[in-house]
């Protein structure tokens, strides 16, 4: 089976920076995705890890430590938008489709 | 734009009566899938084809059926919905179904169980 973990709700300041944490434990690893979600709407890409280390984009970053089954979303310069949540997912391949795994999600909040 | 479309984004039905969501997209991926995300949960799949091959995953319940006519539609049946079967429904769809593909959803139908 698989197992993910993510703090619940996080609350950070306009303009600083936020780190979110997530930990997976899961047979068949092949990569690990970020999504937003806005409350009500669909998650959208935000990134995707396969090897260790960072990959930025923009004001976001994600870093992947296959080892430790561990990953975080660096989000930079903070928005009122940034205020979603946001899930983090593990990919396995099997049947013919790639099968996501998702985090229950963090609830950020952004406050002037 | 090309995109994963679902119709209705709201739906009501009463307790027993079967309901039918519907998914397309004009991104022309080989898979789509379908998951059910309840208040505050993570999504979670119910099932999905590549092309015209059906996986269901173990847990999901007999209730919950899907045809997919052609590359560009899929459907979401539930037979006799119950009051727990009440969520948003999410259709999502990718190119290939490696695991670097992206899946793209679509802006979900919440379903009300009365």
């Known amino acids: 089976g698989q197992n993910i973990d993510q703090p619940t709700e996080m609350t950070a300041t306009e303009g600083a920076i936020v780190q979110i944490n997530c930990t997976y434990q899961?047979?068949?690893?092949?990569?690990l995705f970020w999504y937003q979600q806005h409350a009500g709407e669909a998650p959208t890409f935000l990134s995707y890890n396969v090897l260790d280390g960072l990959e930025e984009k923009g004001r976001f970053s994600s870093f992947l430590s296959r080892s430790k089954g561990y990953s975080y979303l660096l989000l930079k310069e903070l928005q009122m938008k940034d205020s979603a949540s946001y899930l983090c997912a593990v990919t396995k391949l099997t049947g013919g489709g790639n099968k996501l795994t998702f985090g229950t999600g963090t609830q950020l909040k952004v406050e002037l | 734009d090309a995109m994963v479309i679902q119709n209705p984004r709201y739906q009501v039905t009463q307790f027993g009566k079967p309901v039918t969501l519907s998914c397309s997209q004009t991104?022309?991926?080989?898979?789509m899938y379908w998951y059910q995300q309840k208040s505050s949960q993570a999504p979670k799949l119910l099932f999905h084809y590549y092309d015209k091959d059906f996986n269901n995953e173990a847990d999901t319940p007999d209730n919950f059926q899907s045809r997919r006519p052609n590359t560009s539609f899929c459907f979401l049946d539930i037979r006799s919905p119950g009051l727990g079967d009440a969520a948003m429904y999410l259709c999502?769809?990718?190119?290939?179904?490696?695991?670097?593909?992206?899946?793209?959803f679509g802006p979900g139908t919440r379903l009300t169980v009365l």
């Open positions: 899961t047979s068949g690893f092949n990569g």
């Open positions: 999502a769809t990718s190119r290939d179904g490696v695991p670097t593909d992206t899946q793209y």
């Open positions: 991104l022309n991926h080989n898979v």
